[in-house]
């Protein structure tokens, strides 16, 4: 499966933006998505994760803020990003992989990956 994010760009603090990510093909059930983001000098992390058409976590730097949602079935998963701040400045990572029973979304080693799309985010 190969990823691609769209709707990166620039914006002010307090403002928004919302990304998303379509598949090269249709996404069957029992999987995991989720959106990463890597800072300048900084590991990548993970910010939001979706589970077979449910959210399932958020990082705690972007709850009530951020918002994942898509039809992944069809392939495109979003992330609603709202009051933004430079510390959310980062490339912007969808990733996917079929789900394990036995583990979380937000504990399981992604194996397909996006190329990233870059958000910025001035003061």
């Known amino acids: 499966i190969q990823l691609r994010e769209f709707g990166g760009g620039s914006v002010e603090s307090g403002g928004s933006v919302t990304l998303s990510c379509t598949a090269s093909?249709?996404?069957?059930?029992?999987?995991?998505m989720g959106w990463f983001r890597q800072g300048a000098g900084k590991e990548r992390d993970g910010v939001a994760y979706r589970e077979n058409d449910v959210p399932t976590t958020y990082a705690d730097s972007v709850k009530g803020r951020f918002t994942i949602s898509g039809d992944v079935a069809k392939g495109t998963l979003y992330l609603q990003m709202d009051k933004l701040t430079p510390e959310d400045t980062a490339i912007y990572y969808c990733?996917?992989?079929?789900?394990?029973?036995?583990?979380?979304?937000?504990?399981?080693?992604?194996?397909?990956w996006g190329r990233g799309t870059q958000v910025t985010v001035s003061s």
């Open positions: 990733a996917h992989v079929p789900k394990i029973p036995s583990a979380t979304c937000d504990a399981v080693l992604y194996a397909n």
């Open positions: 093909e249709l996404i069957s059930s029992g999987y995991c």
